[in-house]
């Protein structure tokens, strides 16, 4: 066949999620029809002390594709295994050295770096592939016309020295219906270690306060740790926000506040380290003090919600 594309295939944009390889892990398995949401909660957030946050998988890779119905087959692709595959029905993904990929000037012959995009079409007489992929690092997934010779030489390369594991692609296929079955994560997810997640959210906000009312000095010292788990808190309510559970308007309008608020002080934050400022008074800092209240009020919200879920998820069968 000369050409042949998979249908289905979204690219995933809603927000940052791991790496390059889960966000074209998504965008594959929407072509397969399996929902993204347990891939998402499978990489939950826990807040710790002085603003440290840890992601935390409770199912394995193999457990996760059981549970959810599908396959990843990891091997090493060639012309010949790439068009069979989606012949079959079956995106891959596809690992590259970035170095050579000539679709991504900021680092095409600069820097290696292991990447992957999604293969889910081809045009033989073109030899080019339908694939997801960015334009440039951090840019929108968006889908795109390759060279089908460059993506296979890339493909090859990577074992130069970036990628340390022996196969570096992913065929992804759809598993046997009755193979499946119901994916309960909320009830994986300890009630103790997400009360003390909320503890020290808490804790964390109060310091906040602080530190912006009356110690800058320290405020500036720590600003990077705290933009960074600002930034890891608004991709989490990102992720909660996709979820079932938070559906209804109520919890909705809740951790959509939340993710704004926490972007509100990334670009807050972003500012201060432009300006190399970090001193707000007067009318300003009552906004950010207030700006804080406003994430406690909600968080509560929130978890008081995820503790609901958990407490159903283990009385269901």
């Not at 995009?117 to 339908?130: K, M, R, S, V």
């Not at 992804?172 to 909320?186: C, F, N, T, Y």
């Not at 704004?260 to 807050?268: D, E, H, M, P, R």
Request: glycine letters at 4%; one cysteine or more.
């Amino acid at each position: 066949m000369a050409e042949k594309r998979l249908t289905g295939v979204e690219p995933f944009n809603d927000f940052v999620f791991r790496s390059c390889y889960y966000h074209q892990l998504v965008a594959g398995l929407t072509s397969l029809g399996v929902e993204k949401d347990g891939i998402l909660l499978n990489w939950f957030i826990f807040m710790h002390d002085d603003f440290v946050t840890e992601g935390r998988e409770f199912f394995t890779d193999r457990a996760l594709q059981k549970a959810l119905g599908y396959r990843v087959k990891k091997c090493n692709i060639n012309r010949k295994k790439l068009l069979r595959s989606i012949d079959d029905g079956k995106p891959v993904i596809v690992g590259v050295d970035s170095y050579y990929l000539e679709s991504r000037p900021e680092t095409y012959q600069k820097c290696h770096s292991l990447h992957f995009i999604l293969a889910y079409g081809y045009n033989e007489e073109q030899d080019t592939i339908d694939a997801v992929d960015h334009s440039y690092r951090n840019g929108m997934y968006v889908q795109k016309s390759l060279s089908m010779q460059n993506v296979l030489y890339a493909s090859r390369m990577q074992h130069q020295g970036v990628n340390k594991s022996r196969y570096a692609c992913r065929i992804l296929q759809k598993a046997q219906k009755d193979e499946s079955k119901p994916l309960l994560i909320w009830r994986h997810i300890p009630l103790s270690d997400l009360e003390k997640s909320r503890a020290f959210s808490v804790k964390n906000l109060a310091e906040l306060k602080r530190l912006f009312a009356h110690d800058t000095a320290v405020l500036a010292e720590k600003s990077v740790a705290i933009e960074r788990y600002c930034k890891e808190m608004k991709d989490f309510y990102f992720t909660l926000s996709k979820t079932a559970p938070f559906a209804a308007p109520e919890f909705s309008a809740a951790v959509v506040g939340l993710i704004g608020a926490y972007n509100t002080l990334v670009s807050l934050f972003w500012k201060m380290h432009t300006k190399n400022n970090f001193v707000n008074t007067g009318e300003a800092l009552e906004k950010i003090l207030r700006r804080i209240d406003e994430l406690g009020r909600l968080e509560e919200k929130v978890y008081t919600r995820m503790r609901e879920v958990c407490l159903c998820a283990r009385t269901e069968k």
